[in-house]
């Protein structure tokens, strides 16, 4: 109860700013470059070099109460301390607290992974530096926390709030092919070279981009556009790149000449697999193809006044629990054992740090920005779409949008059916949390966007 009691206080603290704000709503846009050095290890191999520099971009809202800020970073996850680090250093910079703070990632595989918990594990068997470059994260924390500042100090009054979205066409597909039998009968990963498996139906996806946009009269200060699928035409290149997502949105930052800051939505188990075989030139055809999505929604865009007044943030701690499979005795061992490969000692490590946060009582924040009639929702881990789909039908009378890839931790987040169907995504390997998640997160989602 006392618990209980301690999270309703902060909750509560958390909103105070919203209603009846007297100050006007501003808004602060920082970029910083987020490129590794070569050698510094990607998500999969060493840096070889970089074809397009990756980003560590956001806006800072100020004026409802402390400052919120929001933060997209290219990379492949951002997970356990190296989510707390990150939202600390951005929070410090901004003048608020981190639960005010959402950093999430666009999960781009020729990226680096950012887990500073697990680099921790990792240092003590001498095997971090094959994963994890700890120097260039926190560097990149203290240059994304000096943009921070320098945007909350810099940042415009914003008289109108835009509105807009628009289907993306040929991009998204879903990952998971169901037999006869209700299983998963094929996987069609982002790359899909066998041409019987793209031709299947699209399946479930959520075709609409969404661009959300702030203004000074009328000057665009900003804009934040959602779009779910998994980001990757082809990798293991080790050459840093944003890939198709981050390409189109460069591309509309760039012919619109305004900052674009871009979030992946619940696309766990979505990719562009029916549309893209692997070959090289479909990374920019991807990207044209989004680049048109961001286009159109933005042409869409309906723009209508907000104050400080129309902000609010909430956010709400939830404990997500832990995959069945997860034992620390086994996982101990197999981080200890020097036998075994680097790669499969990390794999133990990070699902140790899990199951001891589970084990700890952590929880992970999820939470939700209303802006006006517009709600964005930011939740963590590799979402499946359905949670999506959800969230926007609990509130058709708003505009719904959402981000997720916040913390990394839990690896793919299915629905409740999902774990009983196969496949890869809720598979011991990818998932860390049990298939009762589905309720956990649901329950809180729908506190959030009924309010």
């Known amino acids: 109860m006392i618990k209980s009691a301690c999270w309703m206080v902060m909750i509560l603290a958390l909103m105070i700013g919203g209603a009846g704000a007297e100050e006007p709503l501003k808004v602060g846009v920082f970029a910083v470059d987020a490129s590794p050095q070569v050698g510094s290890p990607l998500a999969y191999n060493p840096t070889k070099g970089v074809t397009d520099r990756l980003s560590c971009r956001g806006v800072v809202l100020t004026g409802a109460g402390q400052p919120i800020v929001l933060c997209a970073v290219d990379w492949l996850a951002i997970a356990n301390d190296g989510q707390a680090e990150f939202r600390k250093g951005l929070a410090a910079a901004a ?233 620390e005795a086994p996982l101990q061992a197999a981080l200890n054992d020097a036998s075994k490969p680097a790669l499969e000692r990390a794999d133990a490590a990070r699902k140790l740090i899990w199951l001891r946060r589970c084990q700890a009582g952590e929880r992970i924040d999820v939470a939700c920005l209303h802006l006006g009639t517009a709600r964005i929702l930011h939740l963590p881990g590799e979402l499946f779409v359905e949670y999506q789909l959800a969230a926007q039908k609990l509130r058709p009378d708003l505009f719904v949008a959402m981000a997720a890839y916040g913390d990394g931790a839990p690896g793919y987040i299915g629905t409740e059916i999902a774990y009983s169907e196969g496949g890869y995504e809720t598979s011991p390997k990818a998932s860390l949390v049990a298939p009762n998640v589905e309720k956990a997160l649901m329950d809180v989602i729908e506190r959030l966007l009924k309010k």
Request: overall charge neutral.
């Open 95 to 327: 003048g608020t607290v981190p639960e005010r703070v959402a950093v999430h990632v666009l999960h781009q595989h020729d990226a680096p992974r950012c887990d500073l918990s697990t680099d921790r594990l990792l240092a003590k068997e001498g095997i971090n530096r094959e994963f994890f470059d700890a120097d260039f994260v926190r560097d990149v924390i203290a240059r994304a926390a000096t943009a921070v500042k320098l945007a909350t100090t810099n940042a415009r009054t914003i008289s109108h709030l835009g509105l807009g979205q628009a289907e993306v066409e040929m991009v998204a597909s879903n990952r998971r092919i169901l037999g006869p039998d209700g299983k998963v009968e094929h996987v069609r990963y982002t790359a899909c070279k066998d041409p019987a498996i793209r031709a299947k139906p699209v399946g479930t996806i959520d075709p609409v981009l969404k661009v959300i946009s702030f203004w000074d009269g009328a000057e665009p200060v900003a804009a934040l556009t959602y779009y779910a699928t998994h980001p990757q035409s082809y990798y293991l290149t080790g050459l840093a790149n944003p890939d198709f997502p981050g390409m189109a949105r460069d591309q509309r930052q760039k012919a619109t000449q305004v900052p674009h800051v871009h979030f992946n939505g619940a696309g766990g188990n979505i990719g562009a697999g029916k549309w893209n075989d692997g070959a090289h030139e479909n990374r920019q055809i991807l990207a044209d193809r989004v680049a048109a999505g961001m286009a159109k929604a933005w042409s869409a865009t309906v723009k209508k006044p907000v104050t400080a007044a129309d902000v609010i943030w909430e956010s709400i701690p939830v404990a997500l629990p832990p995959a069945a499979h997860l034992e």
